[in-house]
């Protein structure tokens, strides 16, 4: 008997991306080849190994609870996942960004899917009138017909004025609600940081659905659900980050500032804040987002 006829495999074809937005679409596409759309991408940014490794200590030294042998453990372990990433970065070609998006973005937003079809790519977001309202309910903010609320977190450099403002007095009316202060009680009581499995497995899942609840929240306070926390590009300011205008009176607020002569930092303040009498590391901001 003859064979059945077999049906012909789809020939792939290879797509370059044309701009930054279709290079993020193509890397969250679930249509294209992994190892092509890996092997195209070219970095715009240097690997930035001892930076990272300095906020492993910073950051477990702040940790209230651990032991210090436990401390210096988990500070080895991040320092070793730091120098893996660094080295993984090192590899990957690099070249000068064509833009200040790929700039911001620290990769070329030429990247190229390697694909049977043309790579599936998201939809624009629903139109407010498609949405439920703002009301911290289950369906906050979510389609009505159906799915979940898409959440898009701006560029903290690329917001404009309108959007620092409708941020800030957001987060004003939640503060005059006590919703910042019930935040504030959540962390310390609900967050068990001498707890070492969950400080492993658990951590990470605990803050990620802090930041949605809290989110969740500012939208309300604001009554719009495209209020978002801005994201931050290390990249953007790079070296440069006590003079970025991210510190401005009318965005984040309380500016570092170094009183020390000859750049040495002696004494390390924040313009426009006071320093809290009961521990002098910590400042009480005047102006920005968190004013009050």
């Known amino acids: 008997a ?7 495999s789809p020939v ?3 797509y370059e991306s044309r701009n930054c937005k279709e290079a993020i679409d193509f890397i969250e596409s679930e249509d294209c080849d992994p190892v092509t759309l890996l092997a195209s991408v ?7 190994r001892a930076a990272e490794e300095k906020a492993c200590a910073a950051w477990f030294s702040s940790v209230h609870g651990m032991s210090e042998a436990d401390k210096r453990k988990e500070v080895d372990r991040c320092r070793d996942a730091v120098r893996r990433l ?4 090192e ?4 070249q000068v960004a064509a833009s200040d998006e790929e700039r911001s973005l620290c990769f070329s937003c030429k990247v190229k899917c390697r694909s049977a079809r043309p790579p599936t790519l998201p939809g624009p977001p629903p139109v407010p009138s498609d949405r439920f309202p703002p009301d911290g ?5 979510r389609p009505r017909g159906g799915g979940v609320q898409l959440r898009m977190r701006p560029e903290a450099n690329t917001m404009t004025d309108a959007e620092w403002s409708r941020l800030t007095r957001a987060f004003r009316k939640m503060k005059d609600t006590g919703k910042i202060d019930e ?5 310390p009581t609900a967050f068990p940081a001498d707890d070492r499995q969950f400080l492993d497995f658990q951590a990470l899942p605990w803050f990620r659905r802090f930041l949605f609840d809290f989110e969740t929240e500012l939208q309300v306070a604001a009554g719009d659900c495209d209020v978002a926390l801005p994201s931050r590009s290390a990249c953007r300011d790079g070296g440069a980050a006590p003079t970025s205008p991210l510190w401005a009176a009318d965005r984040l607020g309380g500016r570092p500032k170094c009183d020390g002569a000859g750049g040495s930092c002696a004494s ?23 004013a009050g």
């Open 2 to 8: 003859a064979a059945p006829p077999t049906t012909p």
């Open 12 to 14: 792939e074809k290879v």
């Open 42 to 48: 070219r970095r715009t940014c240097p690997v930035e």
């Open 86 to 89: 660094a080295a993984q970065g």
């Open 91 to 94: 590899r990957m070609p690099e």
């Open 137 to 141: 309910s289950r369906d906050h903010c």
């Open 183 to 187: 935040f504030a009680r959540r962390m």
């Open 268 to 290: 390390r303040g924040v313009e426009g804040a006071n320093q809290c009498a009961a521990d002098l590391k910590r400042w009480c901001l005047r102006d920005g987002v968190a």
